[in-house]
């Protein structure tokens, strides 16, 4: 099967995931005993009227979808009612528009506070990958270069350390040491700042974001580091870099031309399965920080019982990686040349 | 065909399904690895199939044994008809037909014991409560030259040598008492002065067990001495069978012609002119038109282009496929 | 002949393989490290009632004094924000988190391994759909799907063992997945079912055995990723509030001002925890890898040993020879043990124009030779006397720059075509002309093009094939292209190493041509190293038989094959098929070649040599004069001179 057919399959398949995520989501949140909204219409100290009315508000008095009027407990119900009327169809037409639903604790529309946040995850797992990946990168080629001498012990040492490290417990010891340091507690800005000139705005948004960033580099940089070496060492160990050493290529040269590029192919399909667990690392690193960002909203979200909130970001987050890893898919067909042709 | 004749294949073909060039044909495409195979084999003889890679040699093994299951053509044991029975119908047969691999390394697994390994088919045919299971096994390895057999029950594969893990091999195929063995190049993987070792072992079982043998090669000298009868295959055919000495002496087919030519031969005094052919054996998914063998043909006539060559008798036993041949 | 170790009872078989898997893991640091910690923190938990000062459920005393006091001799690590003692808590906590990282990993354990198992080997619909339900939970986040379903569902201990345990599979059943199709691919499977092995047979007896030591390091990781999702999800606030984990501890200290207050010690002993465990399960995983699924941890750009000279060379290079190799000796080093002899005081010599073959089985040391003429060797490689002349200048002393330059443009390798010995991710024009352009670097970048196309026109390849990549080249092809690419620079000598090994014998022919009308066209000198008495026959002038490491034989090829003196030359031409000779029977030669760390004293073919005297066994022959053009080294020969 040729390239295009290949891409088609691969986009059809990442649809099909996001539509069983969708599905996924709204059933949990149907099945699954907690949600305090119809936990709260049980609660006997409420009177009718104010039950019926919170019912109504959350869509509650609608059936849950065909044949089921309710799925905990599970309730029967009529099969032949309008699709389009049940809690399913709205929850979907709902997220065609774009709506998330209501916070319960803000009453602001969940796709509104997602919104201001996305941004600032972005933000800080994007430079914490991007940095993580440089010096993983980096300190893994090395490690393999000098293979079996002390550097190598080190770098490889170092990174297992650096990868046993629960997220959360590294942001908190380096908050720790950060405000005894003058480092701000939390935050993304200081309050007051949107009025300063741009460049200090940055700036002090830098700074907010410094140990964050610092915290999501250490756990990640090990893995890459490791990865890398790993990858390395497979690649120096084929037989064509024999015969670029044969050839009379400088070691430089060889890495250069021969060997840095078929490593870094893995690398690519790493980080794409990797993003999920970054995500994990983005609500500890935002709980710990207070960083305003999505992961954070999802621990709010928890400690509040908010759970609007905590299905919107659930599923934003899913469909984002989900994104993500098909674009690091078709990257990976793309470079290598084996894939390319039949 | 006469009635000494146990094992008989008659329009053999094997067609692997390779897919669609695009999402827009309607049509598959397909991989004839065998395209084509008559042979009759007697009990006790020896018979060797010759070919380059392409050939469809090994397929042809796979389908004998059973391992894959022929898209056309018929395999008959002893008078029964085997050619599409399942699992459980073919475990009879399967202990009559035994197979050695090419690859000692790959042929056992680095987890059982000499003893383990060797002990397996009796195990799988339901031998293995019998009272003379340690017998059997020990008389498996030591006709097959591991001898005394005590010293290897215990073993593991990776103590012991090429030579010895091929041994194991043969002593496996040996001790459900077959009447014929497959060996798929058994030889090509070990060093040149051991291979005589193995090739004349099967030489001797043939005469003291009454194995026949199929011996699959690349390297006609290494059977020369042993095997009656020589088949000479070429993309999915066979264009040449006969005795190993007519075919040697008296080779009738382009293709055997030019394949005889270049097997080297070790004494430099003889350096003869060689038939080199021109290009690759062609992909079994594009067949050639008429004769297969036409595009590398040095002889090749205009006719040869369009007609698919009928097979031309020789002599009682020497046949082969060539218009040329044709009167 | 072979060495008879008695063999061990069947009921210590178990003993003997543990002990020998034991043998093998001891060795890795890492690893016994690792096992230590482990076991050190797992004694910790189980004896915790002993071992830890305050009771876990000693809330009676804890006043507002109590509250984050700092370490002291009563609390060595102080208290937390309830006023309890946190060195206690921190042993029962592991309790706790050991035991959530356990299960869970267990579930998820027993889950991945059976789809993994059925996916691989039953394949088909079977195959499909448990993969792409993997593939879907690999691709969603765990840890927020986790926070989802706890947060909906009760925060119990049990809960959570499920949670992370149902959803923590994927990586395992994708291992076992790929592991079980790579042992269903190998042949002795295959055998196994040609016997007429059953599903049941084939997966108990061949699969699980092969599987399960992937899924042991598997497991391993499993445990320690389990244990980091237990802690966070404790620390978000989803954790057993009856059951005080490590992450638990956490949770509250944060969250209950132990870092405004400054209470350190409620947030470093128990994140500690976590890291020793995690880093505990981490080091013992790489050992177990080592042991269980070994790589070489060596590649082709690690430095190499720098030669030395036993003797004190004082011959000087004869000039009428274009390459000359004078009493080569190389030795492979391993620490701790003696180092092996591969090859020992070799001497050949070419002339321009000249072809010569390097003849020997396995483990006779010519890939050795031929890879140390460039100074080629593996790290472990080390010239230990002799000299390599080319041209007058002695390679072995070379400096790294200078050797560089003769490297390709002075000698040049072929080596066997195999589908790596090109980079598969660069056309093939384009890695002909990178050599062109590393040592002619005054070559016109206009006419690179029109010369890597000249080029591969001389060995047979369309211009069009130029700017494909290796994998599109059939094995034939990717040998002349190795070819093309070796004669880029227009060297003098070229050395092929078993060039036609693997190629059907119609393509060998092919390539033979090639190379003889080549050497001819171009005045090439070449060393041939091959297993192959036939081939060697059809194109050498001359010809070097190795055995053991040393020059068996050595003369011209008409002499070799019809005046053989050494045993082992006369011996392998009998092992030899002659197709003139049909009805030759083929004889072999007993036994098989000495291991490199095992060399026999004397002779080293003296324990196969059907000629062998008395002293054969214990004085090595030297290498003796039969004529000017002819040695052997054989003590049947000095005898008969």
């Not at chain 1, 959350?58 to 099969?79: A, Q, R, T």
């Not at chain 3, 082709?300 to 020879?321: C, D, I, W």
């Not at chain 3, 003098?492 to 014998?505: G, H, N, R, S, W």
Request: aromatic share 8%.
């Amino acid at each position: 099967m040729n390239r295009t057919n290949a891409l088609l399959k691969k986009t059809a398949w990442s649809v099909f995931t996001i539509i069983f995520v969708i599905i996924l989501n709204f059933f949990l949140f149907r099945v699954l005993p907690g949600d305090p909204a119809r936990a709260g219409i049980r609660d006997p100290r409420l009177k009718k009227e104010a039950v019926e009315m919170l019912r109504v508000r959350f869509g509650l008095d609608k059936p849950v979808i065909n044949c089921f009027e309710s799925l905990n407990p599970i309730k029967v119900g009529s099969c032949a009612i309008n699709p389009l009327d049940t809690q399913f169809f709205i929850y979907v037409r709902n997220l065609m528009q774009g709506e998330l639903g209501i916070s319960y604790h803000t009453n602001r529309p969940v796709a509104d506070i997602l919104a201001e946040r996305l941004w600032n995850t972005v933000l800080l797992i994007g430079a914490g990958q991007i940095l993580s990946i440089v010096i993983g990168v980096a300190f893994g080629i090395f490690a393999a270069w000098k293979a079996r001498t002390s550097v190598d012990y080190a770098a490889v040492t170092t990174s297992l350390i650096a990868w046993s490290l629960p997220t959360f417990w590294l942001g908190i010891i380096l908050l720790f040491w950060g405000s005894a340091n003058g480092f701000p507690l939390a935050g993304k800005a200081t309050p007051g700042m949107s009025s300063m000139p741009l460049l200090q705005q940055w700036g002090d948004i830098a700074r907010h974001m410094f140990l964050p960033t610092l915290t999501y580099t250490i756990v990640y940089m090990g893995e890459y580091t490791l990865i890398m070496r790993s990858s390395l060492m497979d690649v120096l160990s084929e037989d064509y870099i024999l015969t670029a050493k044969a050839k009379g290529l400088s070691t430089f040269q060889i890495l250069k031309d021969h060997a840095l590029k078929n490593a870094m192919l893995p690398l690519v399909t790493v980080i794409a399965i990797n993003l999920g667990f970054t995500v994990a690392g983005a609500i500890q690193i935002e709980a710990v920080f207070s960083w305003p960002g999505l992961g954070s909203a999802i621990y709010e979200a928890v400690v509040r019982r908010d759970f609007p909130v905590l299905q919107g970001a659930f599923l934003l987050i899913a469909v984002a990686v989900i994104l993500a890893n098909l674009i690091a898919d078709l990257t990976y067909n793309y470079l290598d040349p084996r894939v390319q042709t039949e | 065909m006469s009635k000494d004749d146990f094992l008989v294949v008659r329009g053999l073909k094997k067609f692997f399904d390779v897919g669609r060039p695009s999402l827009f044909s309607r049509r598959s495409r397909y991989l004839h690895a065998v395209d084509g195979v008559n042979f009759t084999l007697r009990h006790s003889e020896v018979i060797a199939l010759v070919g380059e890679s392409g050939c469809g040699k090994s397929t042809l093994a796979l389908l004998l044994m059973g391992l894959e299951d022929p898209t056309e053509g018929t395999i008959t044991y002893e008078g029964r008809n085997i050619t599409h029975l399942n699992d459980h119908e073919r475990k009879d047969v399967r202990r009559k037909i035994q197979m050695v691999f090419q690859d000692p390394y790959e042929s056992l697994n680095p987890t059982q014991t000499i003893e383990d390994i060797i002990t397996e088919p009796l195990i799988v045919h339901g031998f293995a409560n019998n009272a003379n299971r340690e017998e059997r096994v020990k008389k498996a390895l030591e006709d097959a030259g591991l001898k005394p057999a005590d010293v290897y029950l215990k073993r593991y594969p990776h103590e012991l040598s090429g030579g010895q893990r091929q041994r194991v091999v043969i002593a496996a195929a040996l001790v459900l008492e077959p009447e014929i063995i497959l060996a798929d190049e058994p030889v090509s993987m070990l060093d040149v002065s051991i291979r005589a070792e193995i090739i004349n072992l099967l030489a001797e079982l043939r005469i003291t067990r009454q194995i026949a043998v199929i011996f699959i090669t690349h390297d006609l000298g290494s059977v020369g001495f042993f095997a009656d009868r020589v088949a000479v295959m070429y993309l999915g055919r066979i264009v040449e069978i006969g005795t190993m000495l007519e075919v040697l002496e008296n080779p009738q087919h382009p293709y055997t012609k030019a394949l005889i030519s270049v097997i080297p031969v070790p004494n430099p005094r003889l350096r003869h002119e060689r038939i080199i052919l021109q290009g690759e054996t062609p992909n079994p998914i594009d067949i050639p038109t008429g004769c297969r063998f036409h595009p590398r043909c040095p002889v090749a006539l205009t006719a040869c282009n369009v007609s698919d060559p009928p097979f031309v008798a020789q002599s009682k036993t020497h046949q082969t496929a060539c218009l040329l041949l044709v009167k | 002949m072979e060495s008879t170790t008695q063999p061990p009872e069947p009921q210590n078989q178990w003993m003997a393989r543990f002990l020998e898997f034991w043998q093998t893991f001891k060795k890795n640091r890492n690893g016994l490290i690792g096992l230590g910690m482990l076991a050190f923190i797992l004694l910790l938990a189980i004896f915790a009632p002993v071992i830890a000062p305050y009771d876990s459920s000693s809330t009676t005393s804890a006043g507002l004094s109590d509250i984050y006091n700092p370490p002291s001799a009563q609390h060595w690590f102080g208290t937390d924000d309830a006023g309890q003692d946190v060195f206690s808590n921190f042993i029962f906590g592991a309790r706790i988190s050991l035991t959530v990282g356990f299960f869970a990993a267990f579930i998820s354990i027993i889950i991945g391994g059976v789809f993994g198992l059925v996916a691989g080997f039953f394949g088909g619909r079977w195959e499909n759909f448990i993969m792409r339900f993997t593939d879907i939970f690999l691709v969603i986040p765990d840890l927020p799907l986790m926070v989802v379903i706890v947060a909906l569902t009760k925060p119990s201990l049990l809960n959570i063992i499920f949670v992370i345990g149902l959803l923590g599979w994927t990586t395992t059943a994708r291992v076992v997945r790929s592991q079980t199709l790579a042992v269903k691919s190998r042949k002795f499977v295959l055998r196994a079912r040609a016997i007429g092995a059953g599903k049941g047979h084939i997966v108990i007896h061949h699969i699980l055995p092969l599987v399960m030591p992937i899924l042991v390091v598997q497991a391993v990781l499993v445990v320690s990723l389990a244990i980091l999702n237990e802690s966070a999800l404790s620390f978000i606030g989803l954790g057993d509030p009856t059951a005080l984990s490590w992450g638990q501890m956490l949770n509250y200290a944060f969250g209950r001002g132990a870092m405004s207050t400054g209470a350190w010690w409620a947030l470093v002993v128990p994140g500690f925890g976590i890291v020793w465990v995690v880093l505990g399960l981490t080091l013992l995983g790489q050992g177990l890898e080592k042991v269980l699924n070994p790589r070489l941890e060596t590649h082709h750009l690690m430095p190499g040993r720098l030669s030395v000279q036993k003797e004190a060379g004082t011959s000087a290079s004869n000039k009428e020879f274009l390459l000359e190799v004078q009493n080569l000796s190389i030795n492979y080093v391993t620490e701790g043990q003696a180092p092996a002899r591969a090859v020992e005081n070799v001497s050949f010599a070419l002339k321009e124009g000249e072809l010569i073959g390097l003849v020997g089985e396995s483990g006779c040391g010519k890939t050795t030779l031929m890879l140390s003429l460039l100074r080629l060797l593996p790290a472990a490689g080390q010239i230990v006397n002799g000299r390599v002349f080319f041209n007058g200048k002695d390679l072995v002393t070379l400096s790294d720059e200078d050797l560089n330059d003769i490297r390709w443009s002075g000698i040049s390798i072929v080596f066997q075509g195999a589908m790596n010995a090109l980079n598969p991710v660069r056309t093939v024009g384009d890695q002909i002309a990178e050599a062109i352009t590393k040592h002619l670097p005054a070559f016109p970048k206009e006419h690179l093009q029109t010369r890597v196309v000249e080029l591969l026109d001389l060995v047979g390849i369309a211009a069009d094939h130029k700017d494909n990549y290796p994998h599109q080249y059939s094995g034939g092809m990717r040998q002349r292209a190795m070819i093309a690419m070796a004669l880029a620079c227009n060297p003098q000598v070229i050395i092929a190493d078993e060039p036609t090994t693997a190629l059907d014998v119609m393509i060998q022919a092919q390539i033979l041509d090639l190379l003889d009308s080549l050497r001819k066209k171009l005045g090439l000198a070449i060393v041939f190293v091959t297993h192959d008495l036939g081939v060697v026959a059809e194109i050498c002038d001359k010809v070097l038989v190795m055995y053991g490491g040393v020059t068996a034989e050595y003369a011209d090829v008409d002499v070799i094959y019809n005046d053989p003196k050494h045993p082992y030359t006369q011996e392998l031409l009998k092992a030899f098929p002659d197709l003139t000779k049909p009805k030759k029977k083929l004889s072999s030669i007993p036994g098989y070649p000495p291991r490199l760390d095992a060399l026999p004293a004397g002779c080293r073919f003296a324990p196969r040599c059907p000629a062998a005297i008395a002293r054969c066994h214990t004085e090595q022959p030297a290498l003796h004069k039969i004529t000017d053009a002819h040695n052997a080294s054989c003590h049947l020969i000095e005898a008969s001179q």
